[in-house]
Structures are given as structure tokens and as C-alpha cells.
């Protein structure tokens, strides 16, 4: 996915433990969200950012916490991780707010990260 | 009820085919509709946008809404083996508090093109 880069792609880790995903961008775009998708719910909204050390909470935050020290980039931490977290992590990124206007252009979304929590 | 709702398939159906995804979705206050289509392990793409009722079409692709019925359809004419994946469509508008704009994804179709 061009301008979009998310790591690690894959990732097993124990219960208790934290884990951080990285997404970083080359678009300058200044709008940031992470998503999970789970078969059955979706895609859900974790947490977004609209702006360097500007960041706000989505529908499903509980356990997540989330850092922008530098517009390129957006930090996903799992503070101590459960088997509920056990999912698919998307990064997307967005020209316009999420509170709008929308823009035609959508949101470009990243590859994603398996992560898996055994 | 989510306000967003997608029968998740899966569809299959032969090459050439013309396909309809629908969804349908509850909040009056969704301005804007969105297809994104995923391939198998790889992040959605916007594929169609539309904003508020009507028809729009990019090739073989149309996306129609129907804000009076609150039913979002997205049709694949001469459907080819290379439309294989999960369709999700979405909407965003204020939400059903009034106080926040969202974006909001049903849970995905996922369509297989037999050669």
C-alpha cells in the first residue's frame, strides 16, 4: 500500500505482555486512525490522531493507549495484552477530519498486523 | 442494532455474472457512502463514493443509495475472477447521539468470481 507502512506484519505474543505496532506514513497527511477488524464486527474504530501529540479515543479504546511524536508517525501500544486483543490491526490515514468534511479520496488503509495473543 | 448492516456472504458466483452487495443502515443523519473492497490479507481500498441519494457508476462498478430506504447497493456488471474479495460498505455522518461525526463499516461480503 503506497505511502502506508505498517510493522511488524505478523506478531505472537504472551498474555501480560505489551506490544507496540508502528504505522508510518509518507503522504503528510495529518489525519491518523487505527482500526481492528474481527469476523463478525468489522472494522472498529481504537483511536485517532489529528495531529502531532493530538490524539482522541474511538469506540474501542479500552486496553489501548496511542502516541504521534512526529506527523509520519502513529504508535499503537497494548499496555498488557489479552486474548481479546488477538486481531487484525489497520492503520489508515486521511486528508480531511473525521468529523468533515468527508473527502472523496476516502482513507487509504495499510496492510495491517496479524497479531496474535497466546 | 448496528447502523451499519451487511450480509456477510460468502457470494460465489460464475465469471461474467453481475453481482448485488446491499446493506442497509439505520441512521437518517449518514451523508456520505462508501464501497471498500479488500483483498485477502491486505488493507481495504476506497472503490466507490457516493453523497446522499443516487446513482453512480465507474465502469463496471455502480454504487446506488436510497436515503429513503436507508439501502446502500453496490453492482458489479461482467463480474471477472479478479473482483474476488471482501466488499464493506460504510457511512458517515453524525451519529445517532448527534454530537460526533463517524465513519461506519458493516462487517464485510465476501465474494468469490468462478473462472
Known amino acids: 500500500d503506497a505511502g502506508i507502512t505498517q510493522s511488524p506484519r505478523h506478531k505472537v505474543t504472551e498474555t501480560g505482555t505489551p506490544v507496540t505496532l508502528r504505522c508510518h506514513q509518507t503522504?503528510?497527511?495529518?489525519?491518523m486512525y487505527w482500526y481492528r477488524q474481527d469476523p463478525g464486527h468489522g472494522l472498529r474504530l481504537i483511536h485517532y490522531?489529528?495531529?502531532?501529540?493530538?490524539?482522541d479515543k474511538g469506540e474501542v479504546s479500552d486496553g489501548y493507549s496511542v502516541s504521534r511524536s512526529k506527523t509520519e508517525d502513529f504508535l499503537l501500544t497494548l499496555e498488557s495484552a489479552t486474548s481479546s486483543q488477538t486481531s487484525v490491526y489497520f492503520c489508515?490515514?486521511?486528508?480531511?477530519?473525521?468529523?468533515?468534511?468527508?473527502?472523496?479520496?476516502?482513507?487509504?488503509f495499510g496492510s495491517g498486523t496479524r497479531l496474535t495473543v497466546v | 442494532q448496528k447502523e451499519v448492516e451487511q450480509d456477510p456472504g460468502p457470494l460465489s458466483v460464475p465469471e461474467g455474472a453481475i453481482v448485488s452487495l446491499n446493506c442497509t443502515y439505520s441512521n437518517s443523519a449518514f451523508q456520505y457512502f462508501m464501497w471498500y473492497r479488500q483483498y485477502s490479507r491486505k488493507g481495504p481500498e476506497l472503490l466507490m463514493y457516493?453523497?446522499?441519494?443516487g446513482n453512480k457508476e465507474d465502469g463496471r462498478f455502480t454504487a446506488q443509495v436510497d436515503k429513503s430506504s436507508k439501502y446502500i447497493s453496490l453492482f458489479i456488471r461482467d463480474s471477472q475472477p479478479s473482483d474476488s474479495a471482501t466488499y464493506l460498505c460504510?457511512?458517515?455522518?453524525?451519529?445517532?447521539?448527534?454530537?460526533?461525526?463517524?465513519?461506519?463499516f458493516g462487517k464485510g461480503t465476501l465474494l468469490t468470481v468462478n473462472p
Open positions: 460504510s457511512a458517515w455522518g453524525v451519529d445517532s447521539g448527534g454530537s460526533n461525526y463517524k465513519l461506519t
Open positions: 490522531s489529528y495531529g502531532v501529540k493530538d490524539t
Open positions: 489508515a490515514i486521511s486528508e480531511t477530519p473525521p468529523w468533515g468534511p468527508y473527502s472523496n479520496y476516502g482513507y487509504t
Open positions: 503522504e503528510n497527511h495529518r489525519y
Open positions: 457516493t453523497y446522499s441519494s
